[in-house]
Every structure is written in C-alpha cells, then in structure tokens.
C-alpha cells in the first residue's frame, strides 16, 4: 500500500509519533494507502515554517508578476501528474472519472488565471480622488498587502480543486498556507505537494497537514502565529472554527452548508429544466454544498415535471467511479450514507411521496460500496426537516408553489443562502426573482456553473467572504490606507486646532480660476465665450426680476445662436427644488453651457445645477465640502448686481426647505470658467438693492481680512474690494448711471469673492444664512446688519486686519488703541449704509425678538464660525451680540 507523508517546511515527513491512519476507497470499501497522522507539534511545525517563509518575505515581497510567474511554474508541474491525480482523486473520494479528469486541468487554468489577475489587474494599490474629510488636506491611497500565515481547512467531496482554491488564492496573493485536507480524502492535496516541491515556490510557502480536524482545527484556529483561516465544511465546524478564531481577532472566511433552491417556472423549457434540477441535485451523489436540493416546480407544470423526473432519473447510471460510463458514484463513506438513510427514514415517516430511490442500488457490484439510489421526494413541505437540513447525499425534496412571490418565499425560508437555480424563458422574470432570492450565487437555465473571475460563497449561515475573483483575491490581503498631509505648518491644520491654540498661520494656498471680461459693452463678448468654452448651447438661469428689467432679453440676444433656452424660476433663496427643476429644464434642452445671469441665488442655483448636469442625480446628492472628482458643465457667470461677482467663487449656498438651514456645496470645481462684468447691466438696479448687494461684497471682504485662514493674495484682493466700494457705492447711490462707478463695484465684488473662497467668512455670514433660512430676511440686507456688530465683536481679536480695514474704509488709524479699529471700522460702516438708506438693525428687517435666541443656537452651528478670530462656540456671547444687532 503507498503511503503519503506531511509536507512541512518544503519537505516530506513523518509525525514525530510516526502514527498513520488509512484512506478508503467508497467505492470498494478497501483502503488504499496510509497516511501521515499528524498531531499538534506537527501543525505547530507547519505553522513555524509558513512563518519563518512569510517573514523572510522572499514570497510576500516579490512583485505580484514576479510571483505570478512562480504559482504557474507549479500549474504547469501539477499538469504532469494529470493522470495519477485524477485516478487517485476518484478512487480517494468516489467522485467519477470523468469529472476528476476535467478537474485536474479547470484547477491548473484556475492558478493560471488568477495568478495573471493578480500580476496585471488586481487593485493592489488604489488612489482615493477625495477624503472626505476637508479638515485634513492631502494625498490618499490604499495599498493591499498579504495578510501572512493562512490556514486552509477543506472537506472531502472536492478535496482537490478546494485544496488548489486555498493554496491558489493565498499564495497568489503573498501568502503563506498551511491547508489541511478532510481525513476521508487526504491524497490528492499531498500529491499536489509534490508539485509544489518541484517548482521554484520558496519552501515553507506551503505546508500540508494531515490528520484530525478536531485535534489539527483547535491548534490551527488558535495559534497566536496564524493569520486567517478560510474554511470549506459544515456549518457547525465552521461555527466552532470562527469562536476559536474570535480569541486572537483572526480573519475568517467561511464556505458552509446550504440547502438551495432549484426553481422551475410554468414558461420553462421543461426537458432543460429536468435534466438541470437532477444535474443541480445528483451531481456527484448529492455531496456538494450548493446542491439544488429543494426543487420548487410552479404548480401548472408540476405533474409533467414529476413525470419527466421519474422518467430521466431512472437513466443515471450508478457505477464504480472509475468505470468510464460511470454518472453517480457511491457516498464518500459509509457514515455519509448512513445519514442520507436516516433522512430517507425521515421522509418516509412524515409521509412524503416517494418517487424514486429510497434504497441501495442491488447487485454485486454494490455490495462493498458505499453507494445509494437518486431518491426524490415529491410534495414535501418547507418547513419539514427534510427541505431545511443539509444532507449531503443524493436526496432532492420537490416543492410545488404558485406564482413567483411564493416561490421567492420558500426559496429564502432556510437558514442557508448559498446558491440557486430558475428554469424559465423569460430573463425579466428570472433577474427579478434572483434579486429577491438572499442567496450568493444565482444561476439562470444552468448550475453548478463556477468561473475562475465569479465570487462564490454564501449569504445567512452559509458562510462569510468569498471565493474566486477579485473578492476572493481581496479576501487574502488586509488594506492598508496611507495618508500624505499637504500642510506642512501645524498652524494651517484644522484638525491639530481642536486642541491646540496657534496664532494664524502663514501658509496658504491660492486659486483663482476665473477668466474675467469686465467693462462697458462686455456683454458683446458672449458670443465669443461661449466658443472659447467649446460649447454649442447655452441655457440661462435667471429670476424674474432680472427678465422684467429685460437683461434676459439682452443676454439671449447676445449668445445668438447658442442661446437654447432660459429658467427664470430662481427665488430669493434658492433651494434644493429650484435646483433639481432648473437642472431638469438645461437637461431637456440639451445644454452644454450654463450661463447664470442675476443676483447670488442665481449663481449658486446655477453652479449647482451645472454639478447636477454633469454628475448625474439631484441636488442634494452633491452637498458637501471638496468631493468632486472633475467640474461641473461650464459655467459662465454674468452677474447683474453689486455683489454677485463676489459669487463667483467656488461656494454655492443652498436653502434646504425642510429643515430651514442653508447648506454648503464648496469645491474648487466649482468656480464659473468666465465671467463677464458688464456695468451696463446694473444700470437698472434700484439703489436698496445696489447698497445691499454692494454690504455683501464688503461683508465678503472684511471678513475674509479678519478670518483665520486670511493670507497676503486674499488680503490684496479684499482691501482694494472694500476701498473701492467705500468709494464708489456713495457715488452710485447719487447717480445710478454712473457706469465708472458701477464697473468699480463689480470689479470689488469679484475679488472680494476671490479673497473669501479662499481665506473664508466667518460670523456675519452664519448670522445672515441664519436669519436667510429662518426669516427669509435677503443675505446682502443681514450681512450689511451683522458686519458691523461682528466687526466689534472681533475687535481684540483681529486689531490688526480691522486696523487695514478701517484704513480701506479711509481711517485714519495712527495712534489707536488695541480693538478701536474695530469700533472705528464698524461705526463707518454704519455711516456708509445710513448714507445710503440701508437698514442697519435687525428690528427694521422684521426679525422677531424672541427669535434671537434660535438664531444664536443655529448660527453657532454654521461651519463657518470657525474660521472667525474670536473662537464661536457660546451661544449666550451670540445672543449678546444679536440683541446689540437688533
Ligand atoms: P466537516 O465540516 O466536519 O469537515 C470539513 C473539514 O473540517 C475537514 O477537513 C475536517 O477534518 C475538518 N474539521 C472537522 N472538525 C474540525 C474542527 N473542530 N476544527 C477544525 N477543522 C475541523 O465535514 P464532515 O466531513 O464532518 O461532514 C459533515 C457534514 O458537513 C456533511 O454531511 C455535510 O452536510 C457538511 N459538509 C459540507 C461541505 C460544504 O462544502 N459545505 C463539505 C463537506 C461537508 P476531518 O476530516 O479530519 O474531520
């Protein structure tokens, strides 16, 4: 008799105790070899040296083509035992020659193509576009390593291929394994030992055990050296492998029992259907976990299929294993088929319809053997031992159902998810009801139909991870995310400020990617922007407003033929519906460009929907801080107020109407690619919203100078803005026509826009969303109310950018004492919006006193206090400031 030894270390042994056991062959009863009988110093053993081999990591460090090339050297050393392995495999394990022959070859295609996966397309390192996180600016990636000492534990009615899935998968991966094969079928995995050792794999990359799963399992699951242990057995095993586990927090994949469903649909082709449940059931005499074993047949089929059933049941032909005509071998052992009897009893005694089996097949070749008829029960209830427990044996349960919501329903009443079939013509039907099946793997007029690239496992108590594919690679490896911060001043990161006080940081990054065409008659330049832009169709946002003044009509003109529709729908505050409406309306007139042409609702409803178009989905999906990957449409922005330029920046303000807040989509994606600031179109603006929109712009400016992150670019920008407003909005508010004076203050618009998108706001602009969102007040209005009460409350905080400030705003600010420039800024800025019939407290805008309180609350909230000087986090301080506002 031969006998197979262990294989540790790269070598062949014995135990220490040299203690064997034999294999029988099902088949006959007799056994035919002795193996090795390993005990726990061996699996200690093999453990050290799959150690030793990973750490030395002349496997795990090599580059995944480098190891690629290695794991085919042995695919191709394995095909030169093609012959031994398939005829011993059947004789070990009683599955059919002409199964075991083909197996040998799909299992060296299998190492050959995931190991060209591995080299060439697995993720092994993977760029993370966005963190999501904007408080900690940087690089992200993942890299995928090897976990390290992998243990494999696989059963008998597959011992090769699981054998070669284990090793496969883990070494590919850069692992090291130790795999012990089921004590039913231990030869195959010790003849593929062979193969390993006469290829170039390092020794000690894998290592075979064989022995007692109870005694081996316990020390494999437990060793403080192992990794991860993947599992192919029963769900109980596979139960006690995982609490073991759980002691040293191990990964665990788990491949266990099932009891699938075989569904059979009145529109099926029924021969198809026949010969595919009774393949799905009988294959390999019943011992395969994904066995369709409940076959659900829909009731206006169900007597023609049972015929048909009996019928072709009757033509498979049981035989020894290695006769060639052989379709059904016998049971793995004798204890296997002692438990299908049993359950034969079972189904017997509950009165279920036997058609056919039920018994040993008779004869003298059957005598030794552990052979067993194809048994079918027929109108066996779900809920019946016999439908819900895994037999592993040949004996299918049939279950009759009526329509296709039922037989989802039977399909998922078991404890088990593992795999499935439907027999139908029609794929509609058949992919609606595999979605509603909880299984992990569905097959359509087919089954037991594995690839190399599909996943495998199971759903509910049929296991955990997967096999094969990207997943089951995957399942091999831990991942590993690498962060490269891109602030290298511990002054600049937010994140190190909740618990460090720093003075404001130096560092700064700027970007400002707007073209700009400001001047008389820049209107007339549409039509080549838009052709600089590449794009063909132009869609205009709007309000009403601006349409009844007839700069509408005056920009469709000017874009000609580009021009191919217009929304007009934008309201004072713009909300998630405008956007999705306006979205919707540029999608329908196939717009390429959109062109925003108003106030600040206009173009934050217009930045997003430019988001929406590109991005798919509705506005909401997009609110957030730095996530975009790539631009929206392209934006070109025609602002028509005094402030609007300040919105060309990458911040877009949105209302949320349910919950009353404002939110925030800010992204350097978002900044409109042009801009046209032509004077003629704020002509028509009345002088209230003149001052307001011009407060907004300096609101924008003064608090990007006394922000947080303000920096040197920005500070330029924000003080030539609040000069240039401090001296032109008087002179607008005298003569409206004055076309000089209305370029000046769209030009400080837009940098002061340029400056906040940047350096940030701070208070006074979470007090204007606050009171926006909550009392509909307009935001230029609450700004121009809050930036002075802000300007005083910062005052010690920021003395010196409110010092820069006052002197914009033309103060003289020699020989002031600490915090008066804020009071000298802030009593100017009162002056400028008396002068110009703006309302400077809260009370004139129709606040309600008692909801000071609220807007406290819901101001302190707003991200963007924390960029202000003075650190925002009390509400009662804001609350004292509101009534001081007020
Ligand atoms: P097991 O799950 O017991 O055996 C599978 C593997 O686990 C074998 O290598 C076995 O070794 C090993 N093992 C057994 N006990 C332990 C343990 N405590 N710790 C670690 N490893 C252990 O399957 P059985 O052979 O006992 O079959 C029982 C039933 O399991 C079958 O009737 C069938 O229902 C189901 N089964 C399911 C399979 C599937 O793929 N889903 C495959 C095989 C069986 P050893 O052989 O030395 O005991």
Redesign the pocket.
Known sequence: MDHYRLFIGGEFVDPGDGRTFETLDPGTGEAIATVARAGEDEANQAISAAREAFDKGDWSGLKPPDRSRLVMDFADRMMTHAVRLSILESMDSGGIINRTKTEVFLGSQMLRNLAQYAAGSFPWQEEIPVSGNPFFPGRNYIVREPIGVTVG?????FPLTMALWKIGQAIIMGNTVVL?????TPISALVLAEAVAESSIPKGVVNIIT????V???T??THPEVDKIA????T???R??MT?AAKGIKKVTL????KSANIILDDADLDLAVDGVLFGTFFHTG???ESGTRILVHDAVYDKVIAKLKKRVSGVKIAYQLDPESQMGPLVSAE?RG?TESYVKLGLEKGFNLLCGGERPEGFMFQEGFYYKPTIFTDVDNKSRLAQE???GPVACVIRFENDEQAAGLANDSIYG?AGGIWTRDMKRAQELARNIKTGTMWINDYHAFGDYCPFGGYKESGIGRELGQEGLAEYTQTKRIHISSEGDQENKLGFQMMFSYPKSKSFQYIGPTKLNAGHGALNSLNTEVGLLSCQKAFVISDQGVAAAGLLARAEKALGDFWVGSFTDVPTDSSFETVDTAALAARRAGADLIVSLGGGSVMDTAKAVSVVLEHGGKATDHIAINRLTKAGLPHLAIPTTSGTGSEVTNVAVIKNQKVHRKVYLADNHLFPQTAVLDPDLTLSLPPGLTASTAMDALTHAAEAMMSLKSNPVCDGQALAAINLINQNLPLVMKNPQDKEARLNLQVAAAMAGWAFCIAQVALAHALAHTVGALHEIPHGTACGVFLPVVMRFNAEHADGPLKAIARALGIGVEGLEPGQAGEEAANKVEELMQACGHPTRLSQLGVPQEALYDCALHAVADPVCIFNPRPVTDPGLVMDLLEKAY
């Open positions: 534990i696989v059963p008998w009615n012990k094969p089921a004590s039913n022995g007692p799963g109870g081996l399992g316990k494999l699951a599992f192919t057995g029963s109980e095993v596979g006690e492998i073991q491949e266990l029992g099932g011992q395969i976990c296997q438990t895994e037999i592993f593992l």
